[in-house]
Each structure stands twice: as structure tokens, then as C-alpha cells.
């Protein structure tokens, strides 16, 4: 719960241009490149019905240690 709160937070301080983190922005960019691919996605949410978490994808990607719950993410 405490993991996704932070992603939160740092999506909020992106949305404000006040991160500054190149290692977060290259986690974040690898993950929602594969999440765009991914069937599970239905608008930014990893859709329950067809098998995934039900998380807020956007925040999920700011999570740090959050993991795919299908296994995708490689950072």
C-alpha cells in the first residue's frame, strides 16, 4: 500500500515538474512502454477482468518497487 502511495506522490510531483530522478524516468518510460502494449491495459488501468491487478497504471509506473502482477516489467 505504502509502494503505490509514493507512486503516487511521484506522479503528482512529475505532473508539477518537480521530480527530477533520470533513473525513476527510464523505470517509468520501460514500464508504460510495455503496459501500452499490453492487453490487460484498458484507460491507464491494469483491467481485473481480463486477469490483471486493477491498479492505476500511472502511478503504478512511479512506484518503485512495485512489480507487474503478470511478470513484464523487467525494472
Avoid at 518510460?29 to 484498458?42: E, G, L
Avoid at 503504478?60 to 512489480?67: D, M, P
Wanted: hydrophobic share 40%.
Amino acid at each position: 500500500m505504502l509502494n503505490i502511495l509514493l507512486g503516487f506522490t511521484y506522479l503528482a510531483l512529475n505532473k508539477l515538474n518537480l521530480l527530477n530522478d533520470k533513473e525513476l524516468f527510464i523505470q517509468v518510460q520501460h514500464r508504460k512502454s510495455i503496459c501500452n502494449d499490453c492487453q490487460i491495459k484498458k484507460n491507464n488501468w491494469c483491467d481485473r477482468k481480463k486477469g490483471g491487478c486493477g491498479c492505476f497504471l500511472p502511478a503504478s509506473w512511479f512506484a518503485i518497487n512495485k512489480k507487474c502482477h503478470v511478470n513484464k516489467w523487467k525494472i
